[in-house]
């Protein structure tokens, strides 16, 4: 992915929006929007739509994830949190949301192309399976199968990321099926063979 993104950030430490303005247009991306905190994040992307948004957890009033929840109920976009601490609760409220990338302080340049590519294209991932579906839990419990399918397939033929969902759109078109059907027979397949010897 070599296109230029219209990026969203959030965080109450004046350092790390600093840190975004200056690092996001080094990467290729424009900066759209500079937020303090989870509701001037909200407020300002319902007009803004970026492409993507960076977000900190802990802010004042409205807390990251919350201000994702809003902003993906109206408009699904890719997100990815921020924070100064490994908490698994809070990982388990960003799992049910559209949150595609985590980023733990402190931030570094080499941490955040990376972590932009992958969300980008889980999101894109995504949306493409939301088609399928027009029932948003659901298509959020298949991205889940999706993901492990294409784990399993990177895994057992050397695939990249990207590759590994193409072969699983081409296995679907192939058999006349929805994406996640062969998701589930490829994760039924290799739960039966218990790791052992698979050709996929």
């Not at 049910?96 to 402190?106: A, E, F, Q, R, S």
Request: hydrophobic content about 40%; some cysteine; aromatic content about 4%.
């Amino acid at each position: 992915m070599n296109r230029s993104l219209r990026v969203a950030v959030a965080d109450d430490e004046p350092r790390m929006r600093e840190f975004y303005k200056e690092m996001l247009p080094l990467l290729g991306h424009e900066v759209v929007c500079v937020a303090k905190s989870g509701a001037e994040l909200v407020s300002e992307c319902q007009s803004l739509r970026p492409d993507l948004i960076i977000t900190d957890i802990k802010m004042p009033d409205l807390d990251g994830i919350e201000a994702a929840k809003q902003l993906c109920n109206q408009d699904p976009v890719p997100v990815i949190l921020v924070t100064a601490h490994d908490d698994p609760e809070l990982l388990a409220r960003a799992g049910d949301t559209h949150i595609l990338g985590y980023l733990v302080k402190p931030v570094k340049r080499q941490d955040l192309q990376p972590a932009i590519l992958i969300a980008v294209r889980r999101f894109e991932e995504f949306q493409a399976l939301s088609k399928e579906t027009s029932d948003l839990r659901q298509a959020l419990k298949d991205r889940k199968l999706i993901e492990r399918a294409k784990g399993i397939l990177m895994k057992r033929t050397g695939l990249d990321e990207a590759a590994a969902f193409q072969r699983l759109q081409k296995m679907a078109r192939d058999n006349n099926r929805k994406l996640v059907q062969i998701a589930e027979m490829v994760v039924t397949v290799e739960d039966a063979y218990g790791g052992g010897d698979l050709k996929l």
